[in-house]
């Protein structure tokens, strides 16, 4: 990585106190932990794994909805901290899994599109019908919509309404929760192409979150793997989907569905629950499902280990020092 970080998480955790039931005392839930992450300018960084794991949480602490228990994020080189929800906001954009329930029914297509203008504070209102045309144009919308409500409109144009609305006033980054994962299979392709255009004709930064696989295939720069809050693998995406490196990277691109109906379901060897973020394993978290696991990953934490290709990894399968500890 050579470019310029727009944003960038250092040594972030985030932990939430949660009920443990009639008469019980609350337990300790750490969604995001130790995370480092460094999205540069003009790239797509995507985020994958299990529900659960903590991606949602990492990137509502990204927009300022969420405070870091520990660490710190830098937007622009500046503490997140130290930014007004103003400021953020007009840097930083979101696009919502479901359109169905991100757009006000109430409101007409132009209010929504019009809305940060209003919010953020933009000082030339008399611009902003105009302004929100262009983008709706821009995004694959009529004008003739702009007095239409999201009841009117299809699931695909209700997402790009969400879109029109997320870079009305032309942030920096967006972050994208599953944003075709509600929409039918033929209008999610029509979606992501619309948003590499728009990255290259608006020089946006994307976080894409998302379960499949071949979207961020086709849309990533780069991939970071997320298990129990804690990022587990990161590689360019060409490296990632060729040679993955961790037990739980090669499990997830196993799991893909393929068109051949002969091969069947594919056996991740993963299990059928998923892991309990309340009682987290010592050692690795992941040992318990891993096919791969030795006697130490149960007993010491992997560290990071830089791959030779770029990125990295965190397992004692490709930490040398750790193997040969294993093997006395």
Not at 92 to 109: A, M
Not at 180 to 199: E, F, G, K, P
Not at 211 to 229: D, F, I, K
Request: hydrophobic share 40%; net charge neutral; aromatic share 4%.
């Amino acid at each position: 990585m050579s470019g310029a970080a727009l944003v960038e998480a250092r040594e972030v955790s985030c932990t939430f106190m949660v009920s443990g039931g009639f008469m019980k005392q609350k337990r300790r839930l750490q969604a995001v932990n130790r995370v480092s992450l460094r999205i540069e300018a003009g790239e797509v960084m995507a985020l994958v794994g299990e529900s659960g794991c903590g991606k949602t949480t990492l990137a509502k602490m990204m927009m300022g909805l969420i405070a870091p228990s520990e660490g710190t994020i830098e937007i622009g080189g500046r503490p997140l901290a130290s930014l007004g929800r103003m400021e953020i906001a007009r840097s930083v954009q979101p696009i919502f899994q479901d359109p169905y329930s991100s757009l006000n029914p109430r409101r007409s297509v132009g209010s929504i599109v019009t809305q940060p203008l209003r919010v953020q504070g933009d000082p030339e209102p008399g611009t902003w019908r105009r302004r929100a045309e262009e983008m709706m144009e821009l995004v694959g919308l009529p004008r003739r919509l702009f007095h239409l409500y999201p009841g009117q409109l299809s699931g695909g144009q209700r997402q790009r309404v969400a879109i029109a609305r997320a870079l009305v006033n032309r942030p920096r980054m967006v972050i994208c929760d599953e944003p075709t994962s509600a929409l039918d299979v033929s209008v999610q392709s029509q979606i992501l192409n619309l948003m590499q255009d728009l990255r290259s004709e608006l020089g946006l930064t994307y976080l894409l979150i998302s379960h499949n696989l071949a979207a961020v295939e086709h849309m990533a720069s780069r991939v970071a793997v997320m298990y129990l809050g804690r990022i587990v693998e990161e590689a360019e995406t060409g490296n990632l989907f060729d040679s993955p490196r961790h037990p739980y990277s090669q499990a997830l691109l196993e799991s893909v569905l393929t068109p051949d109906p002969g091969l069947g379901i594919p056996d991740t060897h993963l299990g059928a629950s998923y892991p309990n973020p309340l009682d987290v394993p010592p050692g690795c978290s992941f040992h318990p499902r891993c096919a791969r696991s030795m006697p130490g990953c149960s007993v010491r934490e992997p560290r990071r280990v830089p791959l030779p290709g770029g990125g990295a990894v965190v397992c004692h399968l490709h930490d040398e020092g750790a193997a040969a500890g294993t093997a006395s």
